[in-house]
Structures are given as structure tokens and as C-alpha cells.
T-cell receptor, first 121, second 117 residues
Framework: AQKITQTQPGMFVQEKEAVTLDCTYDTSDQSYGLFWYKQPSSGEMIFLIYQGSYDEQNATEGRYSLNFQKARKSANLVISASQLGDSAMYFCARLTAALLGADTGRRALTFGSGTRLQVQP | DVKVTQSSRYLVKRTGEKVFLECVQDMDHENMFWYRQDPGLGLRLIYFSYDVKMKEKGDIPEGYSVSREKKERFSLILESASTNQTSMYLC????????????????FGQGTRLTVV
């Protein structure tokens, strides 16, 4: 299986500081998409940001940005100006190759094991 | 507001029981998914459906089956629940994408925490 690796089980950051959450991935695909989701203690999964493999610029969404290094197969999430409400689990994910071997919409997200971020006041 | 709704937030069942987890989405999405979430393992795909009555096995289908009789509803079935199926179960849906580089996100339900005793 093509793996997603998040090597940081837990991270601490001071409020208002920036933090980087690491993500590396396996792939033999030329075209793929990478996602980050946030899961607060309430349990819902919240989509944060997306990066396409052919996108030339790193994705940004407000305080979230993605440090995409294609050759190294890494897609690290950077959160700037951390807030207490950023405390949550963060998951990196990518669209896997088509499950039936054809280039259709039949794709699913493969997730990493997650990083628990705690923002300290 | 888009919605994926799972029928139960918490469920306690006995070993050997047949268990149904229901998921409904109101976004007319073709794709629906069942994931299992365990600490340290992230989310693992159990089954995937890309159309009514169509299904595909994910990474950990053993001990589970699924049913999709209507586009909006995707059910996960534990044929004979066991204690190692105690977990958080997450349902998700998404549009059909044009390719692996598509930005179409998956929308998730609130999760069902299942305990098998």
C-alpha cells in the first residue's frame, strides 16, 4: 500500500508562534492530490487545505500553508500565528490510485497516523 | 450546509451481534466511504462505494460488509461483532473526481464510537 507518514505523534507550540507538521508520502503516480484535515476533540473532520501534484505554487488558506517539496515527497503543513483553538489532531492524506485500475472518479483518501497539536498560552 | 449524518454517536454491542452503522449524505455525492480510526493508526479505509449497489474493498474489509441501495445511504455491517472491532467509525462522501489530482474534498460525518463487549 502507498503510505502516508506523519512522524510527529505530538507537538507543542506557544500561542502566536508558527508550527510545522510533517508529512511524507509514497507514490508512483504522476498526478495526485494531498490534503490536510483537522480533527478537534469533538471528533469531526475539517478540511483545511489541498495541494495538487502539478501545482507550481504552494497552497495557502488563511493561516495555513503547505510546504510542498515534490522531489522529497513531502507536504508539510505550516500554521502561522497559532491560536488556542488550533489544538487538535491533524491528518495528512492523499488520493490513492484508482481502486479499479482505471482513471475514473473511484478514488479514496489514504491517511497518515496523525499529529496531536497542543497550543499553549 | 452540506451534511453527512451517522445514525449513532455512541453504540455498545455484545460480541457476536450483527451491527448496522448507517450513514446518509444530502449532497448527491457518488462516492461514499467507511473508515475506522484507531489511536496511532490514523484512518483506515474499510469499504468504498462509487455508485448505488457498487462497492470496493478498502485496506481492512475483513469482518465487515456494506450496502448501498440508495445513492444517499451507505451502511456498514459487522456480521458478528468482535471486541477488536471496538473503534471510532467515520463515514465520508465526495463527488466523483476527474483524476487523482482533483481537489474534491471528502466530507465526513461526526463519527460513531462503537464498543463491543
Amino acid at each position: 500500500a502507498q503510505k502516508i507518514t506523519q512522524t510527529q505523534p505530538g507537538m507543542f507550540v506557544q500561542e502566536k508562534e508558527a508550527v510545522t507538521l510533517d508529512c511524507t508520502y509514497d507514490t508512483s503516480d504522476q498526478s495526485y492530490g494531498l490534503f490536510w484535515y483537522k480533527q478537534p476533540s469533538s471528533g469531526e473532520m475539517i478540511f483545511l487545505i489541498y495541494q495538487g501534484s502539478y501545482d507550481e505554487q504552494n497552497a495557502t488558506e488563511g493561516r495555513y500553508s503547505l510546504n510542498f517539496q515534490k522531489a522529497r515527497k513531502s507536504a508539510n503543513l505550516v500554521i502561522s500565528a497559532s491560536q488556542l483553538g488550533d489544538s487538535a489532531m491533524y491528518f495528512c492524506a492523499r488520493l490513492t490510485a484508482a481502486l479499479l485500475g482505471a482513471d475514473t472518479g473511484r478514488r479514496a483518501l489514504t491517511f497518515g497516523s496523525g499529529t496531536r497539536l497542543q497550543v499553549q498560552p | 450546509d452540506v451534511k453527512v449524518t451517522q445514525s449513532s454517536r455512541y453504540l455498545v454491542k455484545r460480541t457476536g451481534e450483527k451491527v448496522f452503522l448507517e450513514c446518509v449524505q444530502d449532497m448527491d455525492h457518488e462516492n461514499m466511504f467507511w473508515y475506522r480510526q484507531d489511536p496511532g493508526l490514523g484512518l483506515r479505509l474499510i469499504y468504498f462505494s462509487y455508485d448505488v449497489k457498487m462497492k470496493e474493498k478498502g485496506d481492512i474489509p475483513e469482518g465487515y460488509s456494506v450496502s448501498r441501495e440508495k445513492k444517499e445511504r451507505f451502511s456498514l455491517i459487522l456480521e458478528s461483532a468482535s471486541t477488536n472491532q471496538t473503534s471510532m467509525y467515520l463515514c465520508a462522501s465526495s463527488l466523483v473526481t476527474g483524476g487523482a489530482g482533483s481537489s474534491t474534498e471528502a466530507f465526513f460525518g461526526q463519527g460513531t464510537r462503537l464498543t463491543v463487549v
